[in-house]
């Protein structure tokens, strides 16, 4: 939906110590052409067991000294409610396909300890379903179980969903209320399995796409079925499942990471990085694009109405891990504008992108959201989720862009990338993304159907590419007002500062 045009003469020559001089770029949002519905499940989380994802990052106990909400971080509870977290994924990832649901229910001082095999360490349990459900109850978001095919059967899943679904007076249901809740929970989505063509078993499509058929039959209406879907461009997974299974699948699932220097033993330093890993981590970014429409023109061909849905329900950047907890990272800049580009493109696909988990959500590779005991710090990232909230159900309006290449090295893309919605009330939300680390543009939007008469935004920018926010400096990267933005005549003018984002409502 969104296109791009690169003017050679346009690309930036003259790099002084305060960057390039600005340049024009043409944007048009077609607000007389509307597009699909952008789901709100786009915005989703992905939370695993691992490193201290869960625990101290969401779970403390109701004991803690840290102040919690029936042992949830009351913190990290505000955090995710201010950005309407959709939907939640867990347990893992791998993890799920090791996972035994029965060892995170009842008494918790009675719960047993397992290896985590996936991640290292022990698992406690300490939380398990309970904690889950009402946590994503908590925080108002859906609840997306992925369920272990791997090491697990059919029944176990049945009795998982029972438990917390049931309404009548079954054992299961029983046993729920005596674990303190007597009301079933909403299941929204199984995932059937995690990364059946790795971590989850090693499988074959043809093995797993039939093993998904029998799993699918057990899900009970109205919990949609998600099949565990292709590793980035392996089109032809996603072509056995769609044509063995495709008729049981409600979502197939996309996971795609972005590696700063491409090779996954030494990925690149998540604060220390040059301008070439910046390029690197934004061409990654961009493949989503080509990875999207590749696997939707696969399954169009069994599916061409778009009833089943893509969900790129691992998505992020992947940079080393700092200290011992495993799978940790900062944070940066570098991080924000990556996101922001990602989610522009699930707007442009949200005829077939209909959820998306970001992985992972707290202190998990790119997190919303780092903690370190008592202490809590937003990354740039979460501040991307928060200015991009507005788009969550708005409709999609085509956008194209003609405009300079940022170029570094041999490596060139676009100069600036954007999207557009339209909410239930009419306002029409605008986000420009400035790509290039030195040069600000002038943009020039010409408004195409839209009626507006006055704009204001905010701005998501630092210093530095690598800026980053600390538990003692939190407020480093973090949205400001921004006034660089005028409309007169049907035509929006922004002075886009250098590597930010800003996004505009026009009423
Ligand atoms: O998100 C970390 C891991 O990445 C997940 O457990 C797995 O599904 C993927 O390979």
């Not at 346009?10 to 077609?30: D, F, I, P, R």
């Not at 438990?163 to 809740?181: D, H, M, P, S």
């Not at 900062?330 to 992108?353: E, G, P, Y």
Request: glycine share 8%; hydrophobic share 40%; net charge negative.
């Amino acid at each position: 939906m969104s296109t791009w045009k690169s003017s050679l003469a346009a690309a930036c020559l003259l790099v002084s110590s305060y960057g390039c001089a600005a340049t024009e770029v043409q944007v048009t949002v077609h607000g007389d052409r509307p597009g699909a519905v952008i789901h709100r499940d786009i915005y989703g989380q992905f939370a695993e067991m691992l490193g201290r994802g869960i625990y101290d990052g969401i779970w403390v106990g109701e004991n803690s000294s840290i102040p919690n909400i029936h042992g949830y971080r009351k913190d990290v509870v505000d955090a995710l409610k201010e950005i309407k977290v959709p939907v939640v994924r867990w347990p893992g990832g791998c993890f799920a396909d090791q996972y035994d649901w029965r060892d995170g229910i009842g008494p918790r001082d009675k719960r047993p300890a397992r290896p985590n095999a996936s991640w290292g360490g022990e698992e406690r349990n300490q939380f398990g379903t309970n904690e889950f459900m009402d946590f994503a109850e908590l925080i108002g978001a859906k609840a997306y179980l992925s369920i272990n095919v791997g090491t697990g059967s059919p029944r176990e899943m049945s009795q998982w969903i029972e438990y917390i679904t049931a309404t009548g007076q079954t054992t299961l249901a029983q046993e729920r209320r005596a674990n303190g809740r007597d009301k079933p929970w909403k299941l929204d989505y199984v995932g059937i399995g995690n990364e059946m063509w790795g971590c989850g078993g090693s499988m074959r499509p043809e093995f797993y796409a039939d093993a998904y058929r029998r799993y699918a039959t057990f899900v009970p209406k109205p919990i949609e079925r998600i099949a565990s879907g292709a590793n980035a461009d392996d089109v032809a997974w996603t072509d056995k499942v769609m044509a063995i299974a495709g008729k049981q699948i409600d979502a197939i699932s996309l996971h795609n990471y972005t590696i700063p220097t491409g090779d996954w033993a030494h990925k690149g330093s998540s604060t220390q990085f040059d301008e070439a890993q910046w390029m690197s981590v934004l061409q990654g970014a961009l493949r989503m694009d080509g990875l999207i429409a590749r696997h939707s023109a696969v399954m169009d061909k069994y599916d061409p109405a778009k009833r089943v849905a893509l969900a790129v329900d691992e998505w992020g950047n992947w940079e080393d891990q700092e200290g011992s907890d495993a799978l940790y990272q900062q944070n940066s800049l570098r991080d924000a504008i990556s996101a922001a580009i990602t989610l522009d493109i699930f707007h442009a696909h949200a005829d077939r992108v209909r959820m998306a988990n970001i992985a992972q959500m707290v202190n998990v590779l790119q997190a919303m959201i780092l903690t370190d005991k008592s202490k809590m710090v937003l990354t740039p990232t979460y501040y991307v989720f928060d200015l991009y909230k507005v788009f969550q159900d708005a409709t999609s309006l085509p956008v194209s862009v003609q405009g300079p290449v940022y170029r570094y090295g041999n490596a060139s893309v676009p100069g600036v990338h954007a999207t557009a919605g339209r909410d239930a009330a009419g306002v029409v939300h605008v986000a420009l993304v400035n790509l290039d680390p030195h040069r600000a543009d002038t943009v020039r939007v010409q408004l195409a159907g839209i009626k507006g008469v006055h704009v204001q935004g905010k701005v998501l920018t630092a210093p530095a590419m690598n800026s980053i926010n600390t538990f003692d400096q939190p407020h480093v990267v973090e949205p400001k007002a921004f006034d660089g933005a005028g409309l007169a005549d049907g035509v929006l003018t922004v002075a886009l500062p250098s590597k930010s984002v800003v996004v505009l409502d026009i009423r």
